[in-house]
Structure formats: C-alpha cells, structure tokens
C-alpha cells in the first residue's frame, strides 16, 4: 500500500485536469488559450503552500511537447541551472519549473536573467512569498504575468477527493472504501482550501480506518481526530504572516469584532506573541489614539498578562484587548499631524528656534538674547492650569498647521480645549 503519496500520484498531468484556480487558468483564460495554442509565457506563480502552484506547472508541461525541468530552489545551486541552460544547447527552448523561486539569491536570479530574456528558457517560477518583495525585479519583468493563487473553495476540495477514491489507476480506487459525502465535506472542510492537504488528510484517514473483509470503513472519530488544527497555516516571516497581521488591524479600525477575532485566533494558533503583541499595541496608537488615550495602558496591561501567563491563556487578556479596540471610538490625528511635522522636516522647511526659548540655564545665555521666555504657569487660566500667548515655531514656520481634530470620544474634549486656545492666540494678535 506505500509507495508515492496519492498527492503525488493526483497531481494533474494537463491543464483540462486542473481542479480549482478558474480564473488563473480555467478555460476562458487567457493563459489557457496560450498553451492550448502551444505557446508558454514565462511566469511567476504566488500563493499558500499546497493550493496548486506545483500542479499548474506540471500541468502546463503535460500539455505541451517541451521539454521539462523541474528544480527547488532550497536545494538546487548555480551547477543545477548551468545544467539546464546546457541542455538548450542541445534540444532547444525548454521549461523549467523553479519552486520556491524566493530561496534563489541575487546573483543565481540575475543568472537565469539572459536565459529567460533569449526564450532558452521558459521560467515558471513559484514562490510562497510577496515576488514584489522577493524576487528579483529583474526576473519579474521577464516574466509575462504574475498569477497570485488562491485557495480552493470546498467544492473544488470534495470534487479533488472525489476524483482521488474514484480513480482505479491514480487514487484509491482499487480500493472498497466506504464513505459517505457528510465525510467528504468535513475532509473538505477541516484541509482549509489546501489540496495537498486534503489528499493527505484523505490517504491518512484512510489507512488509520477499520477494515473489514478488504472494505476500508471511513471513522468519524478519526476523521475528527485528523482534522484538528489543520487550517492553521502562517510562516512567521512570510507572507501570509504579515497579512494576518494587517487584517487584524484593518478589520479593528473598521470596528469589524468578529472578523478580528478570527485573525487573533489565526495569529495565537500561529504561537508568535511577540509579533501579536506589537501590532495591538501599535494599532492601540495608531487607531484610536487620541479619541481614548487611556487605551494604550490598558493594551499594554493586556499584553504583558499575556506574555506572563503564555499560551493559551494568553488568548484570554487579548481576546478583551482586541474587543474593546474594536468597539472604541477610533482617531489618528495625533500621528498624522506628526507625520506632517516629519515631512516638513525631511524637505527642508525647517527655521531658527525663537531665542527665547532657548536654553538660558548658562552664563552668557542673555548676551546671546536668549530671554524673554514666559512661564505659562505664571498665567492661570481657568482649571487649565497656565497659559499664555508667545511664540514656539520659528519664523517661517509660524502659522504652520499640523494637528487637525477629531470629533470623536475623548479627543472632542481635547478638541474644544485646542479650539478654544486657538482663538485665544487671535485675540492675542488682533
């Protein structure tokens, strides 16, 4: 019964086999007419682990009469690809399938560059990672399309599994097996859109099963058992890590509670805190910022209870964290008008800072002219504290603006007190 896994065996050997990934390759793509029409572009395939990238590949080669070469780029070296570009000296124009393109350092990319360019060699690159952060614009543009994958629905999982028990050559179908379609959708559903997964996970129920009398009975309780924990994908410096990431915060500035609780399981399953745990605390600034200052301690509170107790406590004082940020009243106006200030800064729009609010805690200090500085707190003014009218900015800088309130929760408070000494600076004046 062992031999090569039955992920291997399904890989689909044309591209009318594909399952899923219609609109990269279905039959009213473009990409589909091309190599129908014998022609293969050079091309860079992106997404998760085990949603077709290596199967589109193979397929592609299955579909043409050009000869095909496969490398990975975590174990293959300059010598591999020299032996490939060998080979078009010898046969022509050739595909090679490059997994995990990413791996390959600059100089081993810019080797491939004038192969590809020429037409010697076809490039379908693929890659787990951002190629825009990745790989080599160089490569890049030589590749005609870039194709980010995504994962296959449940459908496209049980007509996989389907196809698998079925088929007497390939899959399992030299095998009784009985099975039920209640089961195949929780196989569908428990491998998340992952078809390597779901034949792994169909080839592993399968052997662990009862069998009686050269019948293979399918278990509920180890499909149950089996399934667990199989949708949690997330390298924690890939790609997909940092898109979890960035979904947790969009989806709590956009006050979405249970979308962020769905990205705070993903990311707690993932087990980085570390990286969880500066995100809610930048996204605590950042977002609601002014409109509930209180929020950064008690985030803060909330991480370091959750770096104390570990997992899977730790989900506990985050899970409230992440309810409560969704649920507050949300501002950035406090670092975007800093962020004004920095770009001021940055292109030179800079001026002398007023003598008098220079330091003058020296001998001399007056004979430079650094006096005349009023001590706001020599001046109450209501329960305010002390205030009074003299000028912070440089010249030239003077009537510059960079904070803009914000009416919302706490920073309307704030905002009417700004409004208020605002105007008092143009009594001031007039």
Known sequence: ???????????????????????????HT????????????????????????????????GTTSIPFFALNATTAGKKDVEAVVEETR?????????????RFNKAQQDYLLPHVERG??????????????????????RCGQIKQLTRLTREDIEALLWNAIKDEKRGLGKFTIEVTDEQVKKMAAGSNGDARKSLTLLESILYASPKEHSTYKLSDEVIADMIERVGVYGDKKGSHFYN???????????SDVDAALYYLAHLLETGDLIALNRRLLVIAYED???????????????????????????????SVAVVEMCLSSKSNSAYKALDKAIQDIRIGNVGDIPKHLRDGHYAGSRALGHVGYKYPHDYPIGTFGGWI?????????????????????????????YQKLEQFKKNSTS
Request: no cysteine; proline share 7%.
């Open 1 to 27: 019964m062992n031999g090569e896994p039955l992920a291997f065996r399904m890989r689909p050997t044309t591209i009318d086999e594909i399952v899923g990934q219609k609109e990269i390759i279905g039959k």
């Open 30 to 61: 473009s990409l589909y007419k091309m190599i129908k029409n014998g022609y293969v572009p050079s091309i860079l395939l992106y997404g998760e682990p085990g949603i077709g990238k290596t199967s589109i590949a193979y397929a592609i080669a």
């Open 90 to 102: 010898l046969t022509g124009k050739v595909i090679l399938f490059l997994d995990e393109i990413h």
């Open 120 to 141: 010697d060699i076809i490039l379908i690159g693929a890659t787990t990672e951002n190629p825009y952060h990745d790989v080599n614009p160089a490569i890049r543009s």
């Open 244 to 254: 979890l990431l960035s979904s947790l915060q969009k989806s709590i500035r956009g």
């Open 288 to 318: 609601i910022g002014l409109a509930d200052p209180s929020m950064g301690q008690r985030v803060l509170a909330a991480v370091t209870s959750s770096e104390r107790l570990g997992l899977p406590e730790a989900r506990i004082p985050l």
């Open 389 to 417: 009218h003299q000028q912070y900015l440089p010249d030239n800088l003077k009537d510059s603006k960079y904070y803009q309130p914000i009416e919302a929760g706490e920073e309307k408070r704030l905002s009417g007190i």
